[in-house]
């Protein structure tokens, strides 16, 4: 019989903290939607405590999510319990993950308290977080360089204050999976209370173990993964949620383990990540890569042809990669456009078809070939612009090498236009200039890119935007052939953000 593993998906929460992943509200609910409909049993929604926007967003995530446990992450700090609590309130189903390191080097240094006050605060903690929340996780930071003994007595401690699952971070990707494997079954070995509670593990990527330490932790007892999508985290990452379930799939003859994961979800989901963060994956990626189920040499495209398993163990259909062969261009009517949608796994109704379809019509217009990533930034950018207070209506670039470059901006204001011009050095800079002009606003830009989506001239370009006002940064994101066009976009998509 199979052990069921429940999966634990943070890639709204540690995901959201590698460079370049940082998401807004909007952005932060479209994905945990997306990781319901995959199947995920808890989604860490974010750290409510560490700033406005933060709280806010687990608030709206608690709010939407319904089947899918949303968990809140909280220092053993009464404040951040507090606040922990007042975000995820409302939800179906509230959890409190609360943490504090076991380590020496991370209690002496970072913490800088004696082991007996970690234990004596954990304890307290939690048993305060399980007042207000009918579920709570403690997790020991940095566990795999703690001291087995050690940690088996807060564990003790703080599943006798109430605690239903313990984690046991690599949070410096430092174990290995035989050690691992060992080191939870001392830990078991020498606590009371263990086994009577849910066994979590929570892998980082630092050695390229993750994966790897999470399924040696499973043959010893662990029950819940926490992972994250395309593998994204904190330096290296964690580990990724489609490799440990397509293992578990692909070798249940030799882990024994089963999940809720609806395995067909999890190119789109990783797509979706991808086109909101602009951070694609690396071409040879495990399971969602470009190349994942390509076949490149004549000896293997030959073997695929007489029978697909003789280069495959596990099929594309099973990943949700579409091989429907549906190619659509500028011919291609609504019905065409439908059916692409469909296979790529997107239900719309028929008035978000519609609008869709004339962004289609108009991309297919100026774009030899569609792929399926220009559809995917079709999609996410309707999704995420759609209760837009700043609209952009046009724009009129005058630029060249010995002119000095003016844009001008008319832009749509809560249903009012309102044109400026201005001038700069060149085209982005002289949009931006004309926007803050018609907003009348005064922010900074932090940082700005623009890289294409896919191959050629013609590609798609996407645009990351990052501006600071009164002390918040803002990020916002947009596609279009025309790379002034997306770089508005993005631009405005920032200040959108902004409440
Ligand atoms: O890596 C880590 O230890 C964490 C904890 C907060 C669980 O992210
Ligand atoms: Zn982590």
Known sequence: MSKVIKFFDTTLRDGEQSPGCSMNIREKVMLAKQLEKLGVDIIEAGFAAASPGDFESVQRIAAEIKNSTVAVLARAVKEDIDKAWEAVID??????????????IHMEHKLKMKPEEVIKRAEEMVRYACSLCPEVEFSAEDATRSDPDFLAEIFDRTIEAGAKIINIPDTVGYTTPNEFYDFIMEIRSKSKHLDKVEISVHCH???????????AAAKAGATQFECTINGIGERAGNAALEELV?????????????????????????HLLSSITGVGVQPNKAIVGANAFAHESGIHQHGVLNHRATYEIMTPESVGVTTDNIVIGKHSGRHAFRDKLKSMGYELSEEELNKAFKEFKKLADKKKQIYDKDIDAIITEREVRKDDKYKLVRFVINSGNTITTTATVL????????????????????????????????????????????????????????????????????????????????YLNALNTIN
């Open 91 to 104: 939800a179906a189903k509230p959890r409190i993950h609360t943490f504090i390191a076991t380590s020496d």
């Open 205 to 215: 990527n630092d050695l390229g173990l993750a994966v790897a330490n999470t399924l």
């Open 411 to 490: 832009l749509n204001i809560d249903g009012k236009e309102i044109e400026r011009i201005a001038s700069a050095a060149g085209p982005v800079d002289a949009a931006f200039s004309a926007i803050d002009k018609c907003l009348d606003i005064d922010v900074e830009l932090e940082d700005y890119s623009i890289q294409s989506v896919t191959e050629g001239t013609d590609a798609l370009g996407y645009s990351v935007v990052k501006l600071r006002y009164e002390g918040n940064s803002y990020t916002g994101r947009s596609t279009s052939i025309n790379i002034v066009e997306a770089s508005i976009g993005a």
């Open 246 to 270: 397509m293992i578990m799939n692909v070798r249940r003859d030799i882990y024994g383990l089963k999940s809720n994961i609806n395995t067909r979800e999890i190119m789109k989901t990783s």
